[in-house]
């Protein structure tokens, strides 16, 4: 069979496994190279990204009515070529999954026992068409060495190991951090992108945070008469919404990350909620009283006395507070958002909420301003 | 001998267990419950974050002399607490590791044969004194599903099983994130740490670059007679400063993932370098057109005619230009300097860049406005 297949190519390759039944396509598929294996299991309609994809059909397969001496024969047998045989799938007539047993079971049983004896038909599959994020949170909660993928049916189509899950993961996080640093993931590592695919990944949010931030261009220019006024209002501004990015680029990253190991879950965002108001809060005052010692001290320094140091100092102090907990909150709360619309929670980047933060910070800012300084300033 | 240790107080068996040869010492842990190893393995001092402390001593290890089949009835006999019995370890007369050896191998063999027929004296181990994350490597680099612990006389004192490595990874990820958010990582998951400890893991990071922040402001004083003359060039600082930021962050965490995961070193920085030089250009020039045309746009739209329309826009698009350059430059070579200087890569946070960012940025705005505008605002 291995040798009619290697002399087709691929795309007749898959004609004939489509009219194969399931286990004797497995059993073509195991005589394949791997890389034969990665163009048939792409051509079969397992999506990218899908389990299907990451999956290995080297793996070895028992009946229930065959004894422990007749499996470890079969395992003698069948077992070079397996990915592992740490774990080894029982099926049933139809080749559905019925049950995994570890190698352990084998070596530690009577060889004259029946498979059967040993089953407790309790396993954990993944689907092939499921997404490999998938296998990843399932190792990572089971704590495997292999789990079998089956199709709709059932039928046991092949295993997924640990190793494979490590990479995956791996890459997973990766695409997690560009996304949260406000840029679309690389599809391949960094060293193997070109600048112009770098380029194409990072300039569609470069523009759009620059379009957002023309709203801070817009409400400045809504405060130009108190600008003009006092040109020292306008020092301030960096400091202040950098504060409140700042703040929300921690929370934002906390949620995010608390959220993909599902430390939490959506349903926590009131409790969330609470606590980001309560430790936004106690940071805002923290980093508040500092910045209006600062600011005063700052001032003081300044040639020539303008009479405003207490209030522009107070000013800024207050407007600290106020950026730092509205930072907080959204840099907490956007997360939610995304997942609750169906996107990626990783999307509230560290640049999407310090552009949010900078534009509400020149607001809270300027309205503090015009309350404190209104009369001191003509 | 597990009688007689379940007996003593911790202390004492540490007492007891440091007079004992080592493969003795192992016994006695094997026979103490998960809890009482923990506090022996602290106690026996591997540091915090060290291999030992992540180890079991649940495994079998057999002798070179034995055969496969005696063999087998040894891992029958002692395999049922094995964390593993997929990787059996051969040891000498000394308990030195000398070996590992696949469950596979025994079964595909004939039980006479020797051990050391089957040995190829080829093995990868890890020292129970190194770091964690050496584990995480060295997993990911070897593809294996356990990986045996030698102290320094090569004795054989654990295994570490890579489902222990997928949750330490993870860990070590979420530092890398926290760190990359500009805060001290947690030492707990976010949902066990209490408001006081995240306030203080949050406020460091928050004051310094506040007080980073303060340059800004002095920055800005220092162009006040501009900023006096023409009200209208504060309007577009926050923007320019923050698509520098952005543009900061991107490189940052490109470069920093790029290097934990190994996908460049540090001898790379010349090279990546290079890159970041050509596609900070290439972004800086479609931010800067689009900045330039945007702005000269936002300008004629404003009622009342200055007559600066062209020129400040072209300040507006030269200083992006100018703040993605740098951005993208300093995003990318500060995780380098950081690695050099001994620091963790991470610490090259987005609110780090972006503070830096923002300093340079107003220099470099202003000092284009001074150049561009000069004799056009009184």
Known sequence: MADVMSNLEPDD???????????????????????????????????????????????????????????????????????TVNVIYVVDEQERLIDDLRINQFILSNPTQLIQELMDHQFTALSAFEDQEEAVRMFSKYDRIALPVVDSDGILVGIVTVDDIIDVAEEETTEDMQLMAGMNALERVYSETSIFMMVRKRIGWLLILFL??????????????????????????????????????????????????????????????TRELLSGA?????????????TYAWIE???????????????????LFGVILFGNLS???????????????????????????????????????????????S
């Not at 940071?283 to 600062?294: A, D, P, S, Y």
């Open 13 to 83: 390759r898959v004609a004939l496994l489509e009219e194969l039944p399931g286990h004797l396509t497995q059993r073509v598929l195991n005589s394949m190279s791997s890389e034969d294996q990665v163009e048939v299991k792409k051509l079969l309609g397992y999506p990218e990204e899908s389990i299907g994809r990451l999956m290995t059909t080297n793996y070895v397969r028992i009946k229930k009515d065959w004894t422990v001496e007749r499996s470890l024969e079969h395992i003698r047998q069948y077992g070079h070529s397996a990915e």
């Open 212 to 273: 957002g931030q023309m709203l801070t261009v817009t409400a400045m220019a809504a405060y130009n008469s108190m600008l003009a006024a006092a040109a020292m209002l306008a020092f301030f501004i960096p400091m202040i919404i950098s504060s409140g990015g700042n703040s929300g680029s921690q929370a934002a990253t906390l949620i995010i990350r608390a959220l993909s190991t599902d430390d939490i879950t959506l349903i926590d965002w009131k409790r969330v909620f």
């Open 282 to 294: 106690i940071l805002g005052v923290m980093v508040g009283l500092m910045g209006f010692g600062i």
């Open 301 to 319: 320094l300044q040639p020539g006395d303008i009479g405003l140091s207490f209030m522009q100092a107070l000013t800024v102090g207050c407007s």
């Open 331 to 377: 840099g907490s709360m956007l997360p939610f958002i995304m997942s609750k619309v169906g996107l990626d929670p990783a999307v509230t980047s560290a640049p999407f909420v310090a552009t949010l933060v900078d534009v509400t910070g020149i607001i809270i800012y300027f309205s503090i301003a015009m309350f404190l300084l209104r009369g001191l300033i």
